[in-house]
């Protein structure tokens, strides 16, 4: 079993910048996918980003290139994610996730582990 806690939302002003961080336990964190995604309300849950387990992969939405960046520690069992240069379509509660599946995949349904998620305002 694993266990995820995401933390670090909050409300900040359009063009700021927050960063989330995810704790994992319970099994070998290094051996693990990590991704963020989002929700809405009224939406779809949505992926944000991902990192594969040595780090030396990340896959990002388009509408998170540039703005987004996606980062783990494992020795701290932690994966980060940096936003910069938010928006207010950024609004969403935001979750971590992690998959034990080796292959690449961007599916919330693929993903086995879900932390309680962490609202994430940013005001025009």
């Known amino acids: 079993q694993v266990q995820v806690v995401d933390t670090g939302g909050g409300l900040v002003q359009a063009g700021g910048s927050l960063r989330l961080s995810c704790a994992a336990s319970g099994r070998t964190f290094s051996s693990t996918t990590m991704a963020w995604f989002r929700q809405a309300p009224g939406k779809e849950r949505e992926f944000v980003a991902r990192i594969r387990w040595d780090g030396s992969s990340t896959y990002y939405a388009d509408y998170a290139k540039g703005r987004f960046t996606i980062s783990r520690d494992n020795a701290r069992n932690t994966v980060y994610l940096q936003m910069n240069s938010l928006k207010p379509e950024d609004t969403a509660v935001y979750y971590c996730?992690?998959?034990?599946?080796?292959?690449?995949?961007?599916?919330?349904?693929?993903?086995?582990?879900w932390g309680q998620g962490t609202q994430v305002t940013v005001s025009s």
């Open positions: 996730a992690v998959t034990t599946r080796l292959v690449f995949t961007i599916r919330p349904s693929d993903y086995d582990y």
